[in-house]
């Protein structure tokens, strides 16, 4: 079992910044691959970022402004959004996934929310 738990949405300005955190716990020692989906009203969950050791990838609807990091010291993954637009409002959603699971693990979910 992995428990994810994230943090860090809100309400901010187009343009502004925010950080998102994804702390994992429980049978961590075997996550290879952590991302960031969303999932806007009416619309289905989309893959945001992923990283695995110390490749990632990303949509291109954030390439150059979001940017993902993990902190295994801390078992904690980082989404750092810049310059954040309306159409990027959304429920954040964290995933955990490891070699051979026979499932995928996901976390509650934060609203972020960009004014224009």
């Known amino acids: 079992q992995v428990q994810l738990v994230e943090s860090g949405g809100g309400l901010v300005q187009a343009g502004g910044s925010l950080r998102l955190s994804c702390a994992a716990s429980?049978?961590?020692?075997?996550?290879?691959?952590m991302g960031w989906y969303r999932q806007a009203p009416g619309k289905q969950r989309e893959l945001v970022a992923i990283?695995?050791?110390?490749?990632?990838a990303y949509a291109d609807s954030v390439k150059g402004r979001f940017t993902i990091s993990r902190d295994n010291a801390k078992n904690t993954v980082y989404l750092q959004m810049n310059n954040l637009k309306p159409e990027d409002t959304a429920v954040y959603y964290c995933n955990a996934n490891g070699p051979g699971w026979v499932r995928d693990y996901w976390g509650q979910g934060t609203q972020v929310t960009v004014s224009s």
């Open positions: 990283i695995s050791g110390g490749n990632t």
């Open positions: 429980g049978s961590i020692f075997s996550i290879n691959v």
